[in-house]
């Protein structure tokens, strides 16, 4: 179990530029989230994936995100045209699944701040 | 929809005194309950969850919490506080149903200090 990897940790970009961030989930997972976690708050939902299949989106999640695990292992979100409100960190989640089980706790990477100019 | 609720958002105490960190919940059906500590700059790392056996829940860290039902609360105790406790603590609670596909909803948080 080496944990659940995000990579950069860190982002600075200007406002209006994309960028895309990684997230590596515990190997065996096959359920990943996504939240996003603004100063003083705590993580909101953005999205969920079950395997490679995209499941759930929050209502956070605006046209400008889009978010793939192609092949039910890593996960990326993209955020397109970035623009000053989208500055928090965003956090990687995944547990293992099966069936109905929702008891079993979902296992944090580090995050990626991100910070627009 | 569900909501947490965390009286406090920084509960500052003494090194070797009682740690009290609150939270309730909003919901029709008693949630999975979870509590995470979060280090500056770092991920959640779980402390304990409840699930539906003991209503007394024992962490990591020497914290425990207690589910009260009556109370809809789930408030998480460390009996003596280490200054390596220092942090933000969520409680966070998930919909036993999977139509929910069983998504963290989060408190606000507290931030525990702890005086030398």
């Known amino acids: 179990d080496t944990g659940v990897s995000q990579d950069p940790r860190h982002k600075i970009t200007k406002r209006g530029q994309n960028v895309t961030f990684r997230c590596d989930p515990i190997?065996?997972?096959?359920?990943l989230y996504w939240y996003r976690q603004t100063l003083g708050q705590g993580p909101e939902f953005l999205t969920y994936?079950?395997?490679?299949?995209?499941?759930?989106k929050s209502r956070l999640l605006s046209d400008r995100f889009s978010a793939e695990r192609p092949k039910g292992s890593f996960s990326t979100l993209e955020i397109q045209r970035t623009e000053q409100g989208d500055s928090a960190m965003y956090l990687c989640?995944?547990?293992?699944?099966?069936?109905?089980?929702?008891?079993?706790?979902?296992?944090f990477g580090d995050g990626t701040r991100l910070s627009i100019l | 929809a569900q909501s947490v609720t965390q009286l406090g958002s920084h509960v500052s105490v003494s090194e070797g005194a009682l740690v009290l960190l609150r939270c309730n919940y909003s919901?029709?059906?008693?949630?999975?309950l979870f509590w995470y500590v979060q280090y500056p700059n770092q991920g959640l790392q779980l402390l304990l969850k409840?699930?539906?056996?003991?209503?007394l829940v024992k962490g990591i860290n020497g914290f425990e919490a207690e589910f009260k039902k009556s109370e809809t609360s789930f408030h998480l105790t460390k009996p003596s506080a280490h200054m390596s406790d220092a942090a933000e603590y969520f409680c966070?609670?998930?919909?036993?149903?999977?139509?929910?596909?069983?998504?963290?909803?989060f408190g606000k948080g507290t931030l525990l200090t702890v005086n030398p």
């Open positions: 989640a995944s547990s293992l699944g099966q069936g109905a089980t929702g008891n079993q706790p979902q296992h």
């Open positions: 190997s065996e997972h096959n359920r």
């Open positions: 994936f079950q395997n490679e299949a995209q499941l759930e």
């Open positions: 919901s029709s059906v008693p949630p999975y």
């Open positions: 409840y699930t539906s056996a003991a209503t």
């Open positions: 966070a609670v998930s919909d036993r149903s999977g139509g929910s596909n069983y998504k963290l909803t």
